[in-house]
């Protein structure tokens, strides 16, 4: 299954008939979604009945991730395992919640099925930003609060009245959370990116705008749904562990929020440990954990994103290249030389040509593409090297 390209949904509907049984209560879901990372909004695993054609990236798994627990939250509370109506009713659901307005880039591309504009809304649901290329700039590609949509889709298949407005309650006291826990500690630059990918990540309300004083605590107390006060302790216990330390003080905050969520002491010290367990199985890939120079993570981003992109269309690319025998000649210079600039607008106009035919690349021709192009030159004699080895020979031959 491959989730950057399209009809991703509706292989996942053929796959999940065959492990329709993987769940079948939510506390099953829950406790697997800590696993994979979905729940902290850190996404390191996915479902084990997915099979990868290719190494997924974290936008990748959080797409998987969103869609298998939405699906089976609507398996668990309906008692049913009908994919089209699934797919019906979570379309309706963001319908509800006024996030399933296509850009006019998604109208474009998505076709007249329901699963092919839920491909549109989900990918919406997970990056936290429309322009691509301001993303690259920025290691935090991925929505941290997406599970706030599960919650409010179980509310929605128990008719629950006022969903936009529960979602605005949902992230308001998340924010709030994040914001006492980080203020119970000595902050540092991680604190700092950590809270900068939480406020990035709001959808129904406006950060600067909301009041952090101690009034949330009533709010908490006020919350009745088990499932969701447990996630918001799983999100204070996040906050405080970043550090790989637990200081008396912080300790006392998350007893005290525990407290205020009515969880008992064994499932506040259950959220404790798996926190740790988790960042410390994942603190090498845990991206607001690392520390990078900022061109060389630029660099980095770029070169992922490129690199993706050509992997997904090798095919399409190798024929389009094929083609063009003059430019093939260029992209050969290109690794043993520095192209003259004349031979630069050459490479550059032929390719911008090629990117026209292939919509997935449409990236390229958008204000600011331009700045790929090197990226993608140098890549591409490595990605598709029997396009410039004419003396390369494949086995059987």
Not at 144 to 155: A, G, H, P, T
Not at 355 to 366: D, E, G, Q, T, V
């Amino acid at each position: 299954m491959n989730p950057s390209a399209s009809g991703w949904i509706d292989k996942f509907g053929s796959l999940v008939k065959s492990h329709n049984g993987s769940y079948t209560t939510f506390q099953n879901l829950f406790e697997d979604l800590k696993k994979t990372g979905f729940v902290y909004g850190i996404n390191t695993g996915y479902p084990s009945f997915i099979t990868p054609e290719h190494t997924f990236s974290e936008d990748e798994k959080a797409k998987i991730n969103l869609l298998t627990a939405l699906y089976f939250t609507f398996k668990i509370e309906n008692s049913e395992s009908d994919f089209e109506l699934f797919l019906k009713n979570i379309f309706e659901f963001y319908e509800t919640l006024e996030v399933n307005k296509l850009s006019f880039l998604g109208k474009l591309f998505s076709g007249n099925k329901t699963s092919s504009k839920l491909e549109k809304i989900l990918e919406s649901r997970v990056y936290l930003e429309d322009n691509i290329i301001s993303k690259t700039f920025n290691s935090f590609i991925t929505n941290s609060l997406l599970f706030i949509d599960v919650l409010l889709f179980r509310k929605y298949l128990l008719n629950a009245k006022g969903i936009k407005k529960h979602a605005q309650k949902l992230e308001y006291l998340s924010i709030n959370i994040t914001y006492h826990a980080l203020s119970s500690k000595e902050k540092n630059k991680k604190d700092e990116k950590l809270a900068q990918l939480l406020a990035s990540s709001l959808t129904f309300i406006n950060s600067d705008s909301q009041r952090f004083d101690d009034s949330y605590r009533q709010q908490l107390i006020n919350n009745k749904d088990e499932w969701e006060n447990r996630y918001l302790l799983d999100l204070a216990c996040l906050t405080v562990w970043e550090d790989h330390s637990l200081e008396y003080i912080e300790s006392e905050f998350i007893y005290n929020i525990g407290k205020d969520l009515k969880l008992d002491e064994q499932t506040i010290q259950d959220s404790l440990s798996h926190v740790s367990y988790f960042i410390t199985s994942n603190k090498e890939t845990i991206p607001f954990l690392q520390e990078h120079n900022m061109a060389v993570q630029f660099y980095d981003s770029m070169s992922k994103l490129v690199n993706r992109l050509i992997l997904r269309n090798r095919k399409r690319l190798h024929k389009e290249l094929s083609e063009s025998a003059e430019l093939v000649s260029l992209l050969s210079k290109s690794t043993i030389r520095d192209l003259s600039k004349e031979e630069k607008k050459k490479v550059q106009s032929q390719l911008l040509d090629i990117f026209k035919s292939i919509p997935s690349l449409a990236i390229f021709l958008l204000p600011g593409g331009a700045i790929l192009l090197p990226i993608f030159i140098k890549l591409i004699p490595k990605l598709l090297p029997s396009a410039f080895d004419e003396n390369r020979v494949e086995k059987g031959e």
